[in-house]
């Protein structure tokens, strides 16, 4: 599966998070380590995320956001 992530500078090297799962980021010195880091963060945010959810029940919901 893919996720698209957001990729600063910084003055210490990157900074990468993923926008589609709140608070999970990472960093790096070099690009190349700032991917591959956000890439092991966001492999541990779903696996607690699964772990969390379990006997929950879950549904989805549409959302119209066309204006009157």
Do not use: F, R
Request: aromatic letters at 8%.
């Amino acid at each position: 599966m893919q996720y698209p992530v957001n990729l600063k500078q910084t003055e210490e090297g990157y900074t990468v998070w993923c926008p589609s799962l709140p608070g999970c980021a990472s960093q790096g010195t070099t690009k190349e380590e700032a991917l591959e880091n956000i890439q092991d963060a966001i492999q541990s945010y779903l696996e607690v995320a699964q772990e969390l959810s379990q006997g929950i029940e879950s549904c989805y919901v549409e959302v119209n956001l066309s204006h009157a």
